[in-house]
């Protein structure tokens, strides 16, 4: 619990700062019209915010570029070797949960082929790649489901909350990520200690936002507060983050668009004529 209003957002706590905002959500909202001018401002502090984003991201490269240097420069091929593997790993373990995890839910819930689905949203998906964001195909996915027959009450809840709290790709990335960074820093994890992490990882994971990047703060910020000493090796991960980042966001789309469907169809609707069959 963070002791004052602010003091998560100064403290660079996750999980405090994400009850704050959802505390100070739901008092807006109760708040009806006379609630809008914070939302206004609100609004404009965020455009603030990204702009000052926007400007560090341009010198982002130089900074990735210094970290990679850096390491193979002190290891030799040896780091190369192990950036390539915790990346091959990372898509394969992201590869095997879309088709096999998500796939058998979809089918013994839904009765819907996980591979209809992602060929239904491939348009999306290429949109996601390009922009290595799931925030960017958030509107279409919205209209898809509903067009497939999935009701717009069950779409407006579960596409929404699922961009906020169901974040499968990034899970997984904050996990395998805190392991490899104790391996490298010759601190490896004990059993126990793996699945504790596992499940604070799962739980920091519901606060990470949408946009690029986020993944690597939020790890930053997960192990500040749970193994403070491995802080200083996210900086070995700095320079493949962006190719990590496509694979999270993608699998983080992938696990939302399948939610909806987990639903059932949209009872009354007369728009479910797509080929996905929800």
């Known amino acids: 619990m963070p002791t004052t209003l602010f003091s998560a957002l100064t403290e660079g706590e996750v999980l405090q700062t994400l009850l704050v905002a959802l505390l100070v ?3 807006v909202q109760s708040l009806g019209r006379r609630g809008e001018p914070v939302l206004t401002a609100v609004g404009l502090l965020q455009r603030v915010v990204f702009k000052v984003l926007a400007m560090i991201m341009w010198l982002a490269p130089i900074g990735a570029f210094g970290a990679i240097a850096a390491v193979v420069g002190a290891t030799g091929m040896d780091a190369l070797t192990s950036l390539a593997q915790i990346m091959l790993g990372f898509y394969a373990t992201c590869l095997i949960f879309v088709l096999v995890v998500l796939g058998a839910l979809l089918w013994f819930v839904a009765r819907i082929s996980i591979f209809s689905l992602l060929r239904y949203l491939g348009r999306e998906f290429l949109l996601i790649l390009s922009t290595s964001s799931s925030e960017s195909a958030l509107p279409r996915l919205i209209a898809k489901m509903e067009h497939v027959g999935v009701s717009k ?6 596409v929404p909350t699922g961009y906020s709290f ?11 990520a805190s392991l490899f960074i104790a391996d ?19 739980i920091a994971s519901k606060g990470a936002a949408g946009v690029t990047g986020a993944g690597l703060a939020t790890l930053a910020g997960g192990l500040q507060s749970h193994r403070p000493d491995l802080v200083d090796g996210v900086g070995l991960i700095v320079g493949i983050d962006r190719f990590m980042s496509e694979a999270r966001a993608l699998t983080n789309f992938a696990g939302n668009a399948s939610r909806p469907c987990w639903s059932g169809p949209g009872r009354g609707s007369s728009t479910g004529t797509g080929p996905v069959g929800c």
């Open 25 to 27: 959500g739901f008092a």
């Open 153 to 158: 009450p069950v779409v407006g809840i579960t």
């Open 166 to 176: 169901n974040l499968d790709g990034t899970a997984i990335y904050l996990t395998m």
């Open 184 to 202: 490298a820093l010759g601190e490896p994890l004990s059993i126990g200690e793996q699945v504790s992490l596992l499940l604070f990882m799962v």
